[in-house]
């Protein structure tokens, strides 16, 4: 994997796109990870739980999609590339909300995995512009590339990375390991507790 970079592109675009770009990078950055894991010799079950993963992101990205056709970016399209985006909105139209795993991918892509930044809830809209404009600053931006020609799923936009680092490390700063870990025993607590209650009522 070898280092590069490339031309700031967020300095000609507004706040809506640069979010709905960053988004779409993001999820391609964590479809490749994903890719590979599930490509490596692994046990059944963590096989399973990259796949699922990877549906929980192409869920996702079924959202996100569409509405960059309706964005700005839309008008710097080529004709390959409307091509391209016309095929993919046609083949991520099995990943909406409505298919077949909803119910069991729910509460991971609720929580895992969230590309749409042009529309966070509560203060992240603020964290997400001010990430944004540490980023627009930045005169150029970081990727990776595979040295080998047939290694496109090893393409990496690291500057989405670190986007998504400055978003994260306001929630670190916000909420503590220790918090997190007292929050995590008090759930295992009265899970137990209620498990037990269940027991002893079938007692």
């Known amino acids: 994997m070898t280092k590069a970079t490339v ?9 809506e796109s640069s979010l709905r770009l960053l988004g779409l990078c993001l999820a391609s950055n964590d479809l490749v990870m994903y890719t590979e894991l599930l490509g490596n ?18 869920r996702e990205v079924a959202k996100i999609v569409p509405s960059i056709n309706e964005s700005e970016l839309a008008k710097a399209f080529s004709r390959e590339t409307q091509h391209l985006f016309e095929s993919l909105n046609e ?22 995995f969230h590309y749409d930044f042009t529309d966070p809830p509560g203060q ?41 680092s400055r978003l994260l490390w306001g929630y670190i700063q916000k909420h503590d390991e220790s918090e997190l870990s007292l929050v995590t025993m008090d759930v295992l607590c009265f899970t137990d507790s209620l498990l037990n209650d269940l027991v002893d009522t079938e007692n």
């Open 124 to 164: 992240d809209k603020k964290r997400a512009l001010a990430s944004l404009a540490e980023l627009r600053n930045e005169s150029r931006l970081g990727v990776r590339l595979r040295c080998d020609i047939s290694g496109v799923l090893g393409n990496r936009y690291t500057f989405a990375d670190g986007f998504r």
């Open 7 to 15: 031309n700031n592109v967020f300095e000609q675009l507004d706040d």
């Open 41 to 58: 010799d692994r046990r059944a079950d963590e096989k399973r739980s990259y796949f699922m993963v990877m549906l929980s992101i192409l």
């Open 91 to 112: 083949k991520l139209g099995s990943f909406e909300d409505d298919s077949l795993a909803k119910g069991t991918l729910k509460p991971v892509r609720n929580f895992v």
